[in-house]
């Protein structure tokens, strides 16, 4: 099936740094979404991505649509202690009802 | 508003028993589905279903049943545990379609050990 692998696996950052995740597939998606997951917890819709070349904001965070429909990035900046979680991408083909999901990148903040 | 609703939050099984593994929302979200989450494989999506009386298969559905009876309802089976199904499940629903699709509200998952 699908696959979306994410890249790196995990990260240990300071407070204030930025951060960059990436998410790549062997298939192209019409929709790319970003989750986050905090500990002890189910997935929460940070972004979604439409169009390829689409770059959209919310709050500190910023997601890119690839423009060969097979990748998807998010950014963090100046990162803060409750920033720590598993993001994970998301991607949906065509008009299919279900959403594969990435490998997850895990993020530590450290003070 | 409840949300998603998982139950239970831990299980223990034995190798070969069986358990169901319940799930209700009441947003009336037409999409239901389950997925697993082991370390380092993400979450893998078992079986989903668009509506009362559809279900289909996700990536890893061996030795997974389920039902949609309701729209609320979204029952995952185990009919015959085994130690690879140790993992952390999730159930989550949306809107079918349109842009709604794209925000899964997810339960808080359950927590299975098989021995």
């Known amino acids: 099936g699908q696959q979306l692998n994410q890249s790196p696996q995990s990260m240990f950052i300071q407070e204030g740094e930025d951060v960059s995740m990436n998410c790549t597939s062997s298939?192209?998606?019409?929709?790319w979404l970003w989750y986050k997951q905090d500990p002890g917890e189910g997935p929460v819709l940070l972004i979604a991505l439409y169009k390829a070349g689409e770059l959209t904001s919310n709050g500190r965070l910023t997601a890119q649509f690839g423009i060969t429909r097979k990748d998807s990035f998010l950014n963090i900046s100046a990162s803060i202690p409750s920033d720590v979680g598993i993001y994970f991408c998301a991607g949906r083909t065509g008009t299919a009802s279900k959403l594969t999901f990435g490998t997850g990148t895990r993020l530590q903040v450290t003070l | 508003n409840a949300g998603v609703t998982q139950t239970p939050k831990f299980q223990v099984l034995k190798t070969g028993q069986s358990m169901t593994l319940q799930c209700a929302q009441d947003?009336?979200?037409?999409?239901m589905s389950w997925y697993r989450q082991d370390p380092g494989m993400g979450l893998r999506l078992i079986h989903y279903s668009v509506g009362a009386g559809i279900t289909d298969q996700g990536e890893v559905p061996n030795g997974y049943n389920v039902s949609r009876s309701t729209t609320e309802d979204f029952p995952l089976r185990l009919l015959s545990a085994a130690p690879s199904q140790t993992s952390v499940y999730f159930c989550a629903s949306s809107r079918k379609s349109g842009v709604s699709a794209n925000v899964l509200t997810f339960g808080a998952g359950s927590r299975l050990t098989v021995l």
């Open positions: 298939s192209i998606f019409n929709t």
């Open positions: 947003m009336n979200h037409e999409y």
